[in-house]
């Protein structure tokens, strides 16, 4: 940094500063979008996943995760929509 003789930091060295400070900022939030989009999925033997299950209020179709028609955000593989697994979490009830 560039100190003026009255102890005062430059105006164009408190810019280039926050320039850096801005665009170092850019750059961890792109990283953390790119290493979060490349996530694996975890193995259905993992969650315990199940392709039926005993509890209807607990089934993949109603869960967060289920991706329709077969798929889920965080488990790997084909997931039949009346399946469970432990990672089974509430989807939002929608407004009717």
Request: hydrophobic share 40%; net charge positive.
């Amino acid at each position: 940094m560039t100190i003026r003789g009255n102890g005062q930091t430059s105006r164009r060295c408190l810019l280039k500063t926050g320039a850096a400070i801005v665009a170092g900022a850019s750059a961890v939030g792109v990283a953390g979008e790119l290493s979060a989009s490349a996530q694996q999925k975890m193995a259905q033997k993992m969650v315990q996943y199940l392709a039926e299950t005993k509890k209807p209020s607990q089934m993949c179709s109603n869960c967060v995760n289920f991706v329709s028609p077969n798929a889920c955000k965080i488990v790997e593989g084909e997931i039949h929509p009346g399946g469970w697994c432990v990672a089974w979490a509430p989807a939002p009830k929608t407004a009717s």
